[in-house]
DNA sequence: ACCATTTGGTCAAGAGGAGCACAAACCCGG
DNA sequence: CCGGGTTTGTGCTCCTCTTGACCAAATGGT
């Protein structure tokens, strides 16, 4: 069970080390930045700013430029960014109809990013992890010397346990208790900590940190992929539960005179919501996948009667689900992910009227229910800040430990 | 809109400041503590912990006792204590069926604690100001000079916002955005700060704090009153929301087929299981009150048909929403009360079958459902714990803006 | 060219915890 | 009752990290 953490004591280093993450983290998340605006970013005096930029440098997570000239008068800051080139984390994405690989750099630009079509059917854990080990292999080759990879994240279409990297439950996958961490560490060989995390959390983080929910504090993300996922931000944190399983709203009980779901229950807010519903409900094939969707989307545009009531059916259910999590929650913010951010165009309104229609006026008033900005790729650009995660939160302990660099593999 | 808290630079000072503050709060929730123990909790050197004791110390904060011998070898290490005696939260309460007053102790010792009941009848803002200072009057005189008053915290059978101890809306006390807190503040004249908030939410941190779910991070607190309401606590923090109204879950929608609601909904979660529908379904008298609930319960207790088929209503009911909840947030353990609290021993069997019934496994497995500790009091324990916090927070502020002490009134 | 303005560089000062040596207070055994 | 073992308080210096003051550097405007 766990109990209230244990309290520990604060030093001198915690000061430095909240202060390196925090200029560190603003650099990532904002981008470059000029060192006086980071002085009054962070309240700390130019003395304090300039020491911890000395250590960033050199530790090789920033650099500093002489700025452009800026038509003020008084000597010009240099402008600090981060060395996105040069430190690098790799994010996967096991997905039911795609694999992908992406190479991030710090800062979050996207130096490449490929996606291979898979078909939607049960493989083991090594074939998947030789695919993206396939798919990894020749970027390796591309790394210079001196380049710092400082993690893998990885995205799954399942119910991931984060602490060790084992994929609990993946219906789409045909996994149970399956060790993918565990698998792709040993196969990449590139000896750096690798990460794992459900998908819908990661496209939540994603679209929280580069996205349509970047700034907000209350956020509900929620993405509709062959199921249905979440991440619920409170506080500018995921919530993450007692065991990971937070923000898993798809099995929310929405209908109870609805059908029967999977897991067992009925009336699951999947059931009225999910791609299979929502193909079902069109008349198109169940087991299309995403060919399926965006065939069903394109007749919707045109007009199709049919496709037009399937996405109506779900817009009204996707508010009936919306409107207990924002009187649960209070959020902001809704965005919306997945099928749902593609649908978005075609009846946001019949959303937003939905949720409205069900929720309380004092929270209602103040949400805003937006499509996400970050499409297909969110759950892997989320895997990339899952691994830049423990270099945000304490960059002084890569110069601590410095690596000779990684070889060219 | 709620954006991203600016980045605050760290410095000495937040080190002392955190430091302090755990040392109190640890004394305050845990107990009296031992010096040495303190050091084992914290991690902070002898030096250290000490130093920091001595500011408390003077602060009048804390006080150190020479130890009963403990039979173990070694120098014994003085019992360092809360000055219970001397630091001092006022706490109020406005509900429905009555009103109370409690003045408690640093450490959490209730000194005095007052309830008198009330008509269920729409009065104004100031009737019931009025009535809560008549109730505080007496006590005043007898605090000694040099205590020290550090707050008023005030739970309130509605919608509060808290930035301003506004009371938004407030249907079973007839309010709408009443001025609560300032009215009371004037009449009060104690030149402290009053903080209000609504009475699930404090006594969900009462529970979280010295009851039922001390120690636990991952909380789901309902309560039955005349609304259902709750505390939602994630991390070990509160889930406050964008405007403070998370944690709503009585209008959580949880029967499509079900009654209207006074929200304006139809099939709220306070439909099927507040205590006006328990009522009714027992064929009492719906405006009965504590009263009528209370023979309900005796009644159900002695195997009375009707009265039992109510509860097992509600156990039902309550299970429903409590799946979507734990299904959501995936809490460790789930805490019941106000009038749940009280039919608990009766249906605690039926609420978690209904729970688990319906919720998601590696959820489900996890969570465990249990009554409150604190009964009808918990509202008002947890509205002393709101007015203590800013001395937990920051002990040192008191020592540096310290007033002359309390006079006599 | 000169001045106001803004910012970087350097260094001493202040805050605060760590670490160490020593003393104090307890238990126990003879 | 006395000495050894053990644990903890006390007092001191050292180390880390930020602040603040002073001066130099770089830019725009007149």
Chains 1, 2 share one sequence.
Do not use: K
């Amino acid at each position: 069970m766990t109990t209230s953490r244990d309290v520990v004591g604060q030093r001198s280093e915690t000061v430095r080390r909240a202060n390196l993450s925090s200029i560190v983290r603003e650099l990532h998340l904002r981008g470059p930045l000029s060192r006086s605006e980071l002085v009054a970013r962070t309240g700390l005096t130019r003395s304090a700013i300039r020491g911890l930029i000395g250590e960033l440098v050199a530790a090789d997570l920033v650099e500093e430029r002489r700025s452009e000239p800026a038509g003020t008068p008084g000597r010009p800051s240099p402008e600090v960014r981060a060395r996105g080139d040069q430190t690098l984390a790799l994010a996967l994405e096991a997905n039911v109809d795609s694999l992908a690989m992406a190479l991030v750099g710090l800062g979050g630009t996207v130096h490449r990013l490929e996606r291979v079509d898979r078909p939607r059917a049960h493989v083991t854990v090594d074939e998947i992890a030789d695919d993206l080990v396939g798919l990894v292999r020749p970027m390796l080759g591309d790394l210079r010397s001196g380049d710092a990879l400082v993690g893998i994240g990885v995205a799954v279409a399942g119910v991931v346990r984060r602490s060790d990297g084992i994929v609990r439950h993946a219906p789409n996958l045909g996994w149970r208790d399956a060790p993918l961490g565990d698998r792709l560490a040993e196969s990449l060989e590139l000896d750096v900590p690798v990460w794992l995390a459900n998908e819908a959390d990661l496209g939540g983080l994603a679209e929280h940190r580069r996205g349509a929910a970047a700034g907000a504090d209350e956020v509900v993300y929620v993405m509709g992929e062959v199921g249905v996922g979440g991440n619920l931000i409170a506080a500018g944190r995921p919530l993450v539960g007692a065991a990971g399983y937070g923000g898993e709203v798809g099995h929310m009980p929405v209908n109870p005179e609805g059908l029967p779901c999977g897991c067992g229950a009925v009336g699951c807010w999947e059931t009225e919501i999910g791609e299979r519903a929502l193909l079902v409900r069109a008349g198109r094939d169940p087991d299309g996948g995403r060919a399926a969707v965006s065939e069903l989307i394109g007749a919707a545009g045109e007009g199709e009667a049919r496709a037009c009531a399937a996405l109506e059916h779900v817009a009204a259910w996707l508010g009936v689900g919306l409107a207990t999590l924002i009187n649960i929650l209070n959020p902001q913010l809704v965005v919306l992910g997945g099928v749902f951010e593609r649908i978005h165009p075609l009846v946001g309104d019949a959303i937003e009227a939905a949720t409205r229609r069900r929720s309380l006026r004092p929270s209602a008033d103040l949400v805003r229910i937006v499509p996400g900005q970050l499409g297909v790729d969110a759950p892997i650009i989320g895997a990339a800040e899952l691994a830049f995660e423990p270099v945000l939160a304490d960059p002084a302990a890569r110069l601590r430990s410095r690596v000779p660099a990684l070889a060219s593999a």
